[in-house]
């Protein structure tokens, strides 16, 4: 089955879970004027074609250019992922950032994906497109080329990060329908605020960057059932 | 007194559950006010709420205050309509005052006018020179152009009058470490410890700057946690962490000479002690992450 409208040979696909995204929307949904960030957690084969994000670990909303929490945070995640019986790794990063009008990455996110790079070289990263991602909430239809995701992946050289097609991201499980139902209702009922991330939890140790509750939700929420 | 973190949580918990009574919503929206906070999905939801249906119960300052509340915060998430039906009736209440004439301008910024915009806050200080909203205004215009370099220049000509505006000051710390300018950032700070010298957040995002810049501003950012932990009582998180980063860079070994140095090779096993604290109140399902990370700094 084809991944691609695009005429070149399309090498990659970056299946999300919709517990993932989620997870990404209502991180970016709670902090409408800040940039959030976040890691993507999942697996990625070792040719680097198929890269499976089945989760993501929120990071900050006032800290994302500062190293210290970044540092910490992430070697927490990756102790985490470090289990026995973890069946997932750090695999890229994440941002969105409220006022750019065409999705970036900014060198913030470029100097922490650089630093995922070092550890998984087949990293990706999604930045959040406001544009497409207003339209997405609008109930237009998402087509392979304008869902809201922009893919980022590491250039040739292993050094930088290029734009890939906008139809190497598709969804794991669900559709987009059943995407934007979920998150529309996350954010009606204002369940959407209970998304915890790292400046949260280093401002209460209480609150779980791996947000339980959230996971829960998700789970109640099969697609066609709403 | 000034609402909590935590009773904040209460109040939303509440009304996320479907609590929708007069009285918690204004508690909610009056705490908004006082805290400052963003979540502006809440506020407009909310908001709308108590004066669609509570207007003619509450106390006029109290509806107008909404009014304002409720407008900044509908402009914020796109309610554009909405937002400027709340304008409309401020103005038509208070035709020349300098409120109307701001949330005027934030309508025109939320409909992308932002030349109209800027002559109005441009107005406002003509007639106005000491103006603070206005001023501020123009700042945030020229953060939705984009302009961050613009805004922290408007923002550093604001300072160098109300050199005692705190939220200035956090602005201007903000759109630098933005910028990734970060040395202008520790100014920032540093002005800002200076008016609050026992704010335990000044104290920490200080060092988290300082260690962000690294190389040999790393002791000054440990000196700085450790202030923070101090005055904190042990209870800034941020701190603690902040110095494990600091105890895992900073490689050279304190010689034992002096009170001093004692406590600095003691500092971090009472980090490690202190942590471990929090984490097995609070977080228990993390500590055996948490514990793995500590010893590496304390061998």
Known sequence: HQHCSTPVICRMTIRCSQLALIKLLCHAAKHPS?????????????????VNVTNVVPL???SCPLAAPTEVALAQIEAYTSQPGSNSSIIGYYHSDSRIAASELSPVGRRIADKLAVKQPNSVVLVLDNKR???FMSGEPVTADNQPFEPFTREASGRGWKRAATSSVSLADGTWQSLLIQISGLIRGQQYSIVADWDDHLDDPAKDWLNPELSKLGKFALPGQQ | GMASSEELEQVSLQLRKGGRDRELLRVFMRMGRELRLKDAHAHTVYGAELLAKHSASLPVEEVWALHEQVATAALSIGSIQYGASLIRAVAKEFPDSMRAARLKGMYWEAQGELDQAEQLYKDMLAEQPSCVMAAKRLVALEKTRGNLQGAADQLRKYVDIWCNDREAWEELAEIYLELAMYKQACF???????????YVPFLVRYAD????????????????????VEISGGRSVRALWGLVA??????DKATLQDAKTRALIELPAQVAKALQGHYTTAAPSKLPLVIGLLEAIVT
Do not use: M, Q, W
């Open chain 1, 34 to 50: 800040s940039t959030v960030n976040g890691v993507l957690l999942g697996t990625v084969d070792a040719d680097g074609s198929n």
């Open chain 1, 60 to 62: 900050f909303h006032l």
């Open chain 1, 133 to 135: 991602l207003a339209s």
């Open chain 2, 188 to 198: 920032c700070y540093e002005e800002l410890i200076t008016l609050a010298p026992t």
């Open chain 2, 209 to 228: 700057v300082l260690y962000t810049l690294g190389g040999s501003h790393l002791t000054l950012a440990r000196t700085y946690y450790s202030k923070a």
């Open chain 2, 246 to 251: 600091c105890f895992t860079h900073i490689t």
